[in-house]
């Protein structure tokens, strides 16, 4: 077994750069993963940026990574074998907190996110909790497989909404998790999906697999919304955003007794009109990453492949390791792309 292996390390604010480091070591309830795909998320982005703190530098970045199993250790061990091509929910949750117990492990009092404070996937090898981890049916697109992550967050953003077939949903933000949420709502049932997005190509995207899409730029944008729900607004308002417009939009257009979804982070606070929420009373419910039972959902939908071709689509561009700067530039430069890949 090798002792050191390349990874692209973040030694400094908008600094990545391939390093040699070492294999990280395991303890028993731990995995060793020899990473195949890792995906760029904005997060990624953020921590290279030194918006996590420049004290957690050096660190390895990623948590989108599907690979191939080298080593498991202690309760669990057994359900694996080398060679199995895996994923694994990418955090560090204690397991022994109110919200650990409540299964809520994505808000544990103590969560350890990969790829911020703690190594994540840029790297020949990755380590995990053998708890989190989950096998790969064989021969399937490992680019799929390196969806895994962003599709969890989707899973528990739709389930956690209540979201019920039938039902209306307005996404506000079409970018990879907008449009992935829109992908699971719609196979959820939801009888009309909604894309509310700046971006021309994005729109273009969205309304090639189907979706109706609307321009927040646009003169008659609030009258087109409301002609789409035969004037009383959605049922299920998803925030990806993160922006003081989103919020605003989402309030004005969730039906009464809605639910508005805070899925996008904020940079900075925003006003909410009150009186809407109260007059509609409306539900806004954040939700942060996914719990582990919805991102054991996301690898079921993904195992099933029913919507093989629809996340496909989510996969824009591949870099090898080596041009992981490369891979980083890109994926902080406008263009059309949704998600961006590095392979090992």
């Known amino acids: 077994m090798k002792t050191e292996m390349k990874a692209g390390v973040i ?145 528990h953003d739709v389930r956690r909404s209540g979201l019920k077939a039938g039902q209306t949903a307005l996404v506000i933000g079409g970018g990879p998790i907008g449009m992935l949420i829109a992908m699971v709502a719609r196979h959820a049932g939801a009888r009309r999906v909604v894309i509310s997005e700046i971006s021309g190509y994005r729109r273009e995207c969205a309304e090639r697999l189907g979706f109706t899409t609307a321009n927040p730029l646009d003169e008659g944008f609030d009258g087109r919304l409301m002609e789409l729900t035969d004037g009383k607004g959605f049922d299920v308002c998803f925030e990806v955003s993160g922006s003081k417009p989103g919020i605003a939009s989402a309030v004005r257009h969730c039906t009464i007794g809605g639910s508005v979804m805070v899925v996008g982070i904020s940079q900075a606070p925003h006003p909410v009109d009150l009186s809407a929420v109260f007059a509609k009373q409306l539900r806004i419910q954040g939700v942060r990453i996914h719990s582990q039972y919805n991102f054991i959902g996301a690898v079921e939908l993904l195992k099933s492949g029913a919507l093989d071709k629809e996340f496909l689509t989510m996969v824009s561009e591949e870099y090898p390791l080596e041009q992981i700067a490369d891979a980083f530039a890109r994926a902080q430069a406008p263009g059309d792309y949704f998600k961006i890949l590095v392979r090992m």
Do not use: W
């Open 11 to 155: 030694g400094a604010k908008n600094s990545i750069q391939i390093k040699t480091v070492p294999v990280p070591e395991l303890r028993d309830g731990e995995a060793l993963i020899k990473v195949c795909y890792c995906g760029i998320c904005g997060t990624d982005v953020h921590v290279l940026r030194g918006e996590y703190g420049a004290d957690n530098f050096p660190v390895i970045p990623g948590h989108e990574f599907v690979g191939e199993l080298v080593e498991a250790r202690g309760v669990g061990s057994e359900l694996f074998a080398p060679g199995d091509m895996v994923v694994a929910q990418p955090f560090f949750s204690c397991g022994n907190c109110e919200p650990c117990a409540q299964g809520n492990d994505n808000v544990c009092r103590d969560l350890h996110f990969m790829g911020t404070r703690v190594n994540g996937g840029f790297a020949e090898y990755v380590k995990v909790l053998t708890r989190k981890m989950y096998r790969l049916p064989k021969g399937m697109d490992l680019r799929l497989a390196a969806l895994t992550e962003p599709v969890a967050v989707a899973v």
